[in-house]
């Protein structure tokens, strides 16, 4: 069977009525380009979301439709073929995201996220996906973590940060209520995030524990858009709980983690329905509003103004708006500046969806990183805090690309160093 | 055969004919979508769907159309939101609350209902016509809408603007005989008809599955759609 | 032919000068060619440019002082007589007495004192000796379903009746919806397959006086028309003289304002209906109908429908019998499937969306099995 051949049919195969009643909405009134940031920032056409879902409906059109079957069988429409998968591979992995901006902006409503998603599902099985990505999906196949993080590289780092941040860090342990699973960007490149959290956690007198078995949240399964890879990763984590026996997982600053584990798992394996899932950002306001761990106020006011990056997948597509407003305004009353758009209709900062991943993607992820450095500065914000490790690289690169000189914080790192009370 | 004729026929069997086959084509079309299967979400929900539904029905139809330039991405297609809005809402007035719609309506239906000043609806008119041809003239000069237009899209608008204008051009007694521009508007509106099921110009139906679809994810999620 | 002028057979009745010059201005006036607007529409100016220095008045009475009566020879078919009764019945006798006594009757079935065999032989006798020359006008529709057999007169069918007479006709006036259009016997089911006029006769000139009944003025008219120009008004696409049914009532109401303004009654005997406002919402068709109700109206201007308060049947345009219904709007579609229909249309839809849905469900299962593993193909 052809590349193309084994896309098409994969498109079919997950077009149901939930697919195909959208695909039917549109209208081809082109605002959902208006929302995607890789428009906005390049003003190419063929950065549209709705272009982008393109190759799906046509496949859609073309094999489900009687419409569809008559412009193909007469000429009118051509047929997909595999250049334009090839072209579609690029603007479904360099130029996106899936950040939903243009879910929210479609005057129809539709979630064009997810069809999105749906694309890369196609291109995966075909074996269209870009190289940088497809080089990380299988490290995580054959490693466990697209960053390399194993067993062994696991357990050396756990050591290092107890040791050097004097930090109590559980793993494995029996009777623990929540399990925490760490991103390997947070383990590899902030591992001042393993410290702080764990500080927060222990302060708080949370019966936690991380799993070797299941420690690594990022889900390049996700990115690729193989639903058989996201199920793999995914059933690493809960088989990990399912042993440990936790009531709640935790997943620590990560996005699109979240979004996979949260609200996409119990629809590809079989989720207990008692596992709570969470994210750090809500687990932290919790405790501040419970009284388990108490914030001094103002620690980081008195630095510049301080801006809150909303990470599209643990805000818009998290839910998790006002946790880290509350914090904040604990945090740095005088200096918080929100930016502008900020909470669902946040701008994403250009790195998430794999993007960051690849090389060849560099120049898009730039070009729309433009735009966060616009909003901070309108804002009159210094520093911008962000609650993703994704966003935290991205903003890295981008601000060294654009020799820029806003600086950034990892909100759970800010929580830590405000904790009142020893140790 | 005289245009008293041609208007006997257009009104009669010819519409017959369109109506019922604008019924069997949405019905088609429809359930052609609906029974494709629809998962079931597994996914607990941290808020309320019934509330994201409700809330995305508001604001896309009650709100958001009268004052789009509240949204950050009016700037860049300002023509699409405003002769867009324009044109549903003429669209649907002058359908609805024409005097003389209504009583095609009544005819059909059994019942009627009061109907808006012939000068307001005139204006609609007016102003929806005016909202098409800008909306013609954007999939031209529009980059993105350019890209995205093409045999069917200038279909979908000629079958649209024909009925109006020949609608507009029917009241004012303008250039033909009134059996003329009556026959015209029938004509069209029954090509209209017969072409609605089979092209994108029935987004109206699905209009319900996107809206609806799109309230429940984010209220899932405790989001504000 | 020998026989005294029209005129002369007025002051032989003892017209006085000063009367006849007022009839002859009656008559240009029941032209239409001063009451009505559409004048350009009846032809007029053109005919007149043609005689030098001439005035209406002046041309019609030079025309009745120069021509001999007219013959006129009236026929009934499938009618009610009530074109034949709204001219009898019509306050402007003048006009009407003018035509009809004056000028010229030779036969008319409802108005002869004479009936049976002897009517019938007045008949021939005049059609022989006016042939050629003879106005026939014709009431009633003609069926033609069984050989015709619905409708006889002495025996003989009305088709017959109707060829017969025709063929010795100058002209041919179907006055009434039923000559013109096949009016009331026409509507469904139509069981005598009635005719207009038009639809039977092709040879010779006809001209369609419809309305149900006809404006006895627009009949009355026409035929002083053929009286003094020898050939029949300019007509419309529906063999309608212009000057009668060059506009529609709705151009003319008196109610339009109303109309504009978006003021209806809603049912009959409400506010709106008492304060004068306009019939459409109560199934007005004047938009569609042409006719002189509105400008010329009835009883010599008394009133018409609308202005008396019931919206306008359209009596005066083909089919109005079948037209969807006199109380429905005039914008409705004629025909209007019935529920069972439609749902039997719905019900063949949907079979077709599942039958289609399920064909792609099918082949969606057999793709489900698909090995998907990346890397397996080049990219």
Same mark, same amino acid.
């Given at each position: 069977?052809?590349?193309?051949?084994?896309?098409?049919?994969?498109?079919?195969?997950?077009?149901?009525?939930?697919?195909? +009643?959208?695909?039917?909405?549109?209208?081809?009134?082109?605002?959902?380009?208006?929302?995607?940031?890789?428009?906005?920032?390049?003003?190419?056409?063929?950065?549209?979301?709705?272009?982008?879902?393109?190759?799906?409906?046509?496949?859609?059109?073309?094999?489900?439709?009687?419409?569809?079957?008559?412009?193909?069988?007469?000429?009118?429409?051509?047929?997909?073929?595999?250049?334009?998968?090839?072209?579609?591979?690029?603007?479904?992995?360099?130029?996106?995201?899936?950040?939903?901006?243009?879910?929210?902006?479609?005057?129809?409503?539709?979630?064009?996220?997810?069809?999105?998603?749906?694309?890369?599902?196609?291109?995966?099985?075909?074996?269209?996906?870009?190289?940088?990505?497809?080089?990380?999906?299988?490290?995580?196949?054959?490693?466990?973590?697209?960053?390399?993080?194993?067993?062994?590289?696991?357990?050396?780092?756990?050591?290092?940060?107890?040791?050097?941040?004097?930090?109590?860090?559980?793993?494995?342990?029996?009777?623990?209520?929540?399990?925490?699973?760490? +991103?390997?960007?947070?383990?590899?490149?902030?591992?001042?995030?393993?410290?702080?959290?764990?500080?927060?956690?222990?302060?708080?007198?949370?019966?936690?524990?991380?799993?070797?078995?299941?420690?690594?949240?990022?889900?390049?399964?996700?990115?690729?858009?193989?639903?058989?890879?996201?199920?793999?990763?995914?059933?690493?984590?809960?088989?990990?709980?399912?042993?440990?026996?936790?009531?709640?997982?935790?997943?620590?600053?990560?996005?699109?983690?979240?979004?996979?584990?949260?609200?996409?798992?119990?629809?590809?394996?079989?989720?207990?329905?008692?596992?709570?899932?969470?994210?750090?950002?809500?687990?932290?306001?919790?405790?501040?509003?419970?009284?388990?761990?108490?914030?001094?106020?103002?620690?980081?006011?008195?630095?510049?103004?301080?801006?809150?990056?909303?990470?599209?997948?643990?805000?818009?597509?998290?839910?998790?708006?006002?946790?880290?407003?509350?914090?904040?305004?604990?945090?740095?009353?005088?200096?918080?500046?929100?930016?502008?758009?900020?909470?669902?209709?946040?701008?994403?900062?250009?790195?998430?969806?794999?993007?960051?991943?690849?090389?060849?993607?560099?120049?898009?992820?730039?070009?729309?990183?433009?735009?966060?450095?616009?909003?901070?500065?309108?804002?009159?914000?210094?520093?911008?805090?962000?609650?993703?490790?994704?966003?935290?690289?991205?903003?890295?690169?981008?601000?060294?690309?654009?020799?820029?000189?806003?600086?950034?914080?990892?909100?759970?790192?800010?929580?830590?160093?405000?904790?009142?009370?020893?140790? | 055969?005289?245009?008293?004729?041609?208007?006997?026929? =257009?009104?009669?069997?010819?519409?017959?004919?369109?109506?019922?086959?604008?019924?069997?084509?949405?019905?088609?079309?429809?359930?052609?979508?609906?029974?494709?299967? %629809?998962?079931?979400?597994?996914?607990?929900?941290?808020?309320?769907?019934?509330?994201?539904?409700?809330?995305?029905?508001?604001?896309?139809?009650?709100?958001?159309?009268?004052?789009?330039?509240?949204?950050?991405?009016?700037?860049?297609?300002?023509?699409?939101?405003?002769?867009?809005?324009?044109?549903?809402?003429?669209?649907? =007035?002058?359908?609805?609350?024409?005097?003389?719609?209504?009583?095609?309506?009544?005819?059909?239906?059994?019942?009627?209902?009061?109907? =808006?000043?012939?000068?307001?609806?005139?204006?609609?008119?007016?102003?929806?016509?005016?909202?098409?041809?800008?909306?013609?003239?954007?999939?031209?000069?529009?980059?993105?809408?350019?890209?995205?237009?093409?045999?069917?899209?200038?279909?979908? %608008?000629?079958?649209?603007?024909?009925?109006?204008?020949?609608?507009?051009?029917?009241?004012?007694?303008?250039?033909?005989?009134?059996?003329?521009?009556?026959?015209?508007?029938?004509?069209?509106?029954?090509?209209?008809?017969?072409?609605?099921?089979?092209?994108?110009?029935?987004?109206?139906?699905?209009?319900?599955?996107?809206?609806?679809?799109?309230?429940?994810?984010?209220?899932?999620?405790?989001?504000?759609? | 032919?020998?026989?005294?002028?029209?005129?002369?057979?007025?002051?032989?009745?003892?017209?006085?000068?000063?009367?006849?010059?007022?009839?002859?201005?009656?008559?240009?006036?029941?032209?239409?060619?001063?009451?009505?607007?559409?004048?350009?529409?009846?032809?007029?100016?053109?005919?007149?440019?043609?005689?030098?220095?001439?005035?209406?008045?002046?041309?019609?009475?030079?025309?009745?002082?120069?021509?001999?009566?007219?013959?006129?020879?009236?026929?009934?078919?499938?009618?009610?007589?009530?074109?034949?009764?709204?001219?009898?019945?019509?306050?402007?006798?003048?006009?009407?007495?003018?035509?009809?006594?004056?000028?010229?009757?030779?036969?008319?079935?409802?108005?002869?004192?004479?009936?049976?065999?002897?009517?019938?032989?007045?008949?021939?006798?005049?059609?022989?000796?006016?042939?050629?020359?003879?106005?026939?006008?014709?009431?009633?529709?003609?069926?033609?379903?069984?050989?015709?057999?619905?409708?006889?007169?002495?025996?003989?069918?009305?088709?017959?009746?109707?060829?017969?007479?025709?063929?010795?006709?100058?002209?041919?006036?179907?006055?009434?919806?039923?000559?013109?259009?096949?009016?009331?016997?026409?509507?469904?089911?139509?069981?005598?397959?009635?005719?207009?006029?038009?639809?039977?006769?092709?040879?010779?000139?006809?001209?369609?006086?419809?309305?149900?009944?006809?404006?006895?003025?627009?009949?009355?008219?026409?035929?002083?028309?053929?009286?003094?120009?020898?050939?029949?008004?300019?007509?419309?696409?529906?063999?309608?003289?212009?000057?009668?049914?060059?506009?529609?009532?709705?151009?003319?109401?008196?109610?339009?304002?109303?109309?504009?303004?978006?003021?209806?009654?809603?049912?009959?005997?409400?506010?709106?209906?008492?304060?004068?406002?306009?019939?459409?919402?109560?199934?007005?068709?004047?938009?569609?109908?042409?006719?002189?109700?509105?400008?010329?109206?009835?009883?010599?201007?008394?009133?018409?429908?609308?202005?008396?308060?019931?919206?306008?049947?359209?009596?005066?345009?083909?089919?109005?019998?079948?037209? !969807?219904?006199?109380?429905?709007?005039?914008?409705?579609?004629?025909?209007?499937?019935?529920?069972?229909?439609? !749902?039997?249309?719905?019900?063949?839809?949907?079979?077709?969306?599942?039958?289609?849905?399920?064909?792609?469900?099918?082949?969606?299962?057999?793709?489900?099995?698909?090995?998907?593993?990346?890397?397996?193909?080049?990219?």
């Amino acid at each position: 069977m052809t590349t193309t051949q084994i896309a098409l049919d994969t498109f079919v195969a997950e077009t149901g009525g939930w697919v195909a +009643s959208q695909l039917e909405a549109c209208t081809r009134c082109g605002i959902c380009a208006e929302a995607c940031h890789f428009y906005q920032a390049t003003g190419n056409p063929d950065f549209s979301p709705v272009w982008k879902i393109e190759v799906l409906r046509k496949a859609y059109e073309q094999r489900m439709t009687l419409g569809g079957k008559l412009k193909a069988a007469f000429g009118i429409e051509k047929k997909i073929d595999d250049q334009e998968l090839i072209d579609w591979s690029k603007l479904v992995y360099e130029a996106c995201t899936v950040c939903n901006k243009c879910s929210m902006a479609c005057p129809m409503g539709i979630e064009l996220g997810p069809l999105i998603h749906d694309v890369r599902s196609g291109l995966a099985a075909a074996g269209l996906v870009p190289d940088d990505l497809a080089a990380a999906v299988q490290k995580q196949l054959d490693e466990g973590s697209p960053l390399g993080v194993t067993d062994d590289v696991f357990a050396d780092r756990m050591d290092w940060v107890q040791d050097d941040w004097e930090v109590d860090i559980p793993i494995d342990k029996e009777g623990a209520d929540t399990m925490v699973v760490f +991103s390997s960007i947070e383990i590899m490149k902030f591992p001042e995030n393993l410290a702080d959290i764990a500080r927060i956690l222990n302060r708080a007198g949370e019966n936690w524990t991380l799993s070797s078995k299941g420690r690594e949240v990022v889900n390049f399964g996700f990115y690729e858009g193989s639903h058989e890879h996201t199920a793999l990763f995914l059933q690493k984590l809960i088989d990990a709980a399912e042993e440990l026996k936790v009531k709640k997982i935790v997943v620590t600053e990560c996005g699109h983690a979240y979004d996979a584990l949260r609200w996409t798992a119990a629809n590809l394996i079989d989720v207990p329905k008692e596992l709570e899932i969470t994210h750090i950002v809500a687990l932290m306001d919790k405790f501040v509003s419970e009284g388990k761990i108490k914030l001094k106020k103002g620690v980081f006011d008195g630095g510049g103004g301080i801006g809150f990056h909303d990470a599209c997948k643990i805000q818009r597509r998290g839910g998790h708006i006002e946790e880290p407003r509350r914090l904040l305004n604990i945090l740095a009353p005088d200096s918080f500046r929100e930016l502008t758009p900020n909470k669902e209709q946040g701008i994403c900062c250009g790195g998430g969806g794999g993007v960051i991943a690849i090389k060849e993607a560099d120049p898009y992820r730039f070009a729309v990183f433009g735009l966060k450095i616009e909003q901070a500065e309108k804002a009159g914000a210094d520093t911008v805090v962000m609650a993703c490790s994704n966003c935290r690289l991205q903003f890295l690169d981008g601000i060294q690309h654009y020799g820029s000189e806003l600086k950034i914080k990892g909100l759970s790192n800010m929580v830590a160093e405000a904790m009142e009370g020893g140790d | 055969m005289t245009w008293t004729d041609a208007l006997e026929f =257009l009104r009669g069997p010819l519409f017959r004919i369109a109506f019922l086959v604008f019924v069997a084509g949405l019905v088609y079309r429809l359930i052609r979508v609906v029974a494709l299967g %629809w998962p079931k979400d597994r996914v607990l929900s941290a808020g309320s769907k019934t509330k994201g539904v409700a809330t995305t029905y508001a604001k896309g139809i009650g709100i958001f159309p009268f004052i789009p330039w509240v949204k950050q991405t009016f700037n860049g297609n300002a023509v699409t939101f405003l002769a867009g809005a324009m044109f549903h809402v003429g669209l649907i =007035l002058v359908i609805i609350f024409g005097t003389a719609h209504m009583l095609a309506w009544k005819s059909l239906l059994g019942f009627g209902w009061p109907t =808006l000043p012939v000068p307001i609806i005139d204006w609609l008119a007016a102003a929806t016509i005016v909202a098409m041809v800008a909306l013609l003239v954007n999939r031209f000069t529009h980059p993105v809408v350019r890209k995205l237009s093409g045999p069917a899209e200038f279909l979908n %608008w000629t079958l649209v603007f024909l009925p109006m204008v020949t609608g507009y051009l029917m009241t004012h007694h303008l250039f033909f005989r009134y059996e003329a521009l009556f026959s015209l508007h029938m004509l069209t509106v029954d090509v209209m008809l017969i072409w609605i099921p089979f092209s994108r110009l029935s987004h109206f139906v699905f209009y319900f599955f996107s809206r609806t679809i799109h309230g429940a994810q984010f209220g899932k999620r405790a989001v504000t759609p | 032919m020998g026989e005294e002028t029209i005129y002369e057979h007025l002051t032989q009745q003892g017209v006085s000068r000063r009367d006849f010059l007022t009839y002859c201005g009656v008559i240009a006036g029941g032209l239409g060619f001063n009451r009505l607007a559409p004048v350009s529409a009846s032809g007029l100016p053109e005919k007149l440019a043609d005689v030098p220095g001439a005035d209406l008045t002046s041309f019609v009475s030079h025309a009745l002082q120069t021509k001999p009566r007219l013959p006129v020879i009236w026929l009934e078919f499938q009618d009610c007589a009530g074109c034949t009764e709204a001219l009898t019945r019509s306050q402007s006798p003048t006009l009407v007495d003018l035509v009809l006594n004056k000028i010229s009757i030779d036969y008319h079935e409802t108005l002869f004192a004479a009936a049976g065999f002897q009517a019938e032989a007045a008949r021939q006798a005049a059609m022989e000796k006016y042939a050629g020359q003879y106005v026939l006008v014709v009431e009633g529709s003609i069926p033609v379903a069984d050989d015709g057999v619905y409708c006889t007169v002495g025996g003989r069918t009305a088709v017959a009746i109707l060829e017969e007479a025709a063929a010795g006709a100058a002209a041919i006036i179907a006055t009434g919806n039923c000559a013109a259009y096949g009016g009331l016997p026409k509507a469904k089911p139509n069981p005598t397959n009635a005719k207009g006029v038009m639809e039977l006769i092709a040879d010779k000139p006809v001209v369609n006086i419809p309305g149900c009944p006809a404006i006895p003025e627009a009949t009355t008219g026409t035929i002083a028309n053929f009286l003094v120009f020898g050939e029949l008004p300019e007509l419309d696409d529906l063999g309608r003289p212009k000057a009668f049914y060059g506009t529609t009532i709705h151009d003319r109401c008196l109610r339009r304002p109303f109309y504009e303004a978006g003021k209806f009654a809603k049912s009959f005997d409400d506010e709106g209906a008492r304060a004068g406002w306009c019939l459409y919402k109560l199934g007005c068709k004047g938009p569609t109908t042409y006719n002189a109700c509105a400008t010329i109206k009835w009883d010599g201007g008394l009133s018409f429908p609308i202005q008396s308060g019931h919206p306008c049947l359209g009596c005066s345009q083909p089919d109005f019998w079948d037209g !969807g219904g006199f109380y429905q709007g005039q914008s409705a579609p004629l025909d209007r499937p019935a529920a069972t229909v439609v !749902g039997a249309a719905a019900v063949v839809g949907a079979a077709a969306g599942a039958g289609f849905a399920v064909a792609n469900r099918s082949a969606k299962k057999k793709l489900v099995s698909i090995d998907a593993t990346p890397g397996e193909e080049t990219s």
